[in-house]
């Protein structure tokens, strides 16, 4: 596609429900990136994945975030037992190669409200 | 551990001023340095970055950076203002074997006509 594309734009859900966001990355871009945008914390890298390689997880925040990448394509990002804390916008992002000098081109994020 | 130091907050500045945005990172080896802004209701998108080279880099829409690595600085400026360039102005460093962009707590710009 044109760009990184993510669903759903906006995500409101109660205290312990599970989530699933998903990212659609730029076609042909073999490395994919979650990052998480929220207040006084500002942009915290999640989790990387790049081609076939075991994802690097360094930033995930707890055992209840999980995400996984079908086909070197599309991204699911998990979040289970969703706490207020997790509130926050999930950006998604990704490179043609994963190399330092790659761009990372940003999707427009999913707002998470957790109620 | 990588880290990255935006000094402002908040910058407020009549159009036609110039602007000076402080950056400064905390790694210890080879860096990447970049700026992405976030016009309001847009997503991130990438201003400039460096990788080597000339010291001096231009991005879009007038915007230039400079590397000092004396001072761990990467610093952005824009001689000349504009009401458009009112956004939120976020500065990264990427380790030369790293993959993930370590990024700044952001440095909101608004500019009044």
């Known amino acids: 596609g044109a760009g990184v594309s993510q669903s759903p734009s906006n995500k409101v859900t109660e205290k312990g429900k599970d989530v699933e966001l998903r990212c659609d990355p730029i076609?042909?871009?073999?490395?994919l990136y979650w990052y998480r945008q929220s207040l006084g914390q500002g942009l915290e890298f999640l989790i990387y994945?790049?081609?076939?390689?075991?994802?690097?997880k360094s930033g995930l925040p707890s055992d209840r975030f999980s995400a996984e990448r079908t086909g070197g394509s599309v991204s699911t990002l998990t979040i289970q037992r969703t706490q207020q804390e997790d509130s926050a916008v999930y950006l998604c992002?990704?490179?043609?190669?994963?190399?330092?000098?790659?761009?990372?081109?940003f999707g427009p994020g999913t707002r998470l409200t957790v109620l | 551990a990588q880290s990255v130091s935006q000094h402002n907050h908040h910058v407020i500045l009549s159009e036609a001023a110039s602007l000076e945005l402080g950056c400064n990172y905390s790694?210890?080896?080879?860096?990447?340095l970049f700026w992405y802004v976030q016009y309001p209701g847009q997503h991130l998108q990438l201003l400039l970055k460096?990788?080597?080279?000339?010291?001096l880099v231009k991005g879009i829409k007038g915007f230039e950076a400079e590397f000092i690595k004396s001072k761990f600085s990467f610093n952005l400026r824009k001689p000349s203002v504009q009401w458009s360039d009112t956004a939120e102005y976020f500065c990264?460093?990427?380790?030369?074997?790293?993959?993930?962009?370590?990024f700044g707590k952001g440095t909101t710009l608004s500019v009044s006509s």
């Open positions: 992002a990704s490179s043609l190669g994963g190399r330092a000098a790659d761009t990372q081109y």
């Open positions: 076609s042909g871009h073999t490395a």
């Open positions: 994945f790049q081609g076939n390689s075991a994802p690097d």
């Open positions: 790694y210890g080896g080879t860096v990447n």
């Open positions: 460096y990788f080597s080279g000339d010291p």
């Open positions: 990264a460093v990427m380790g030369q074997a790293g993959t993930a962009l370590i």
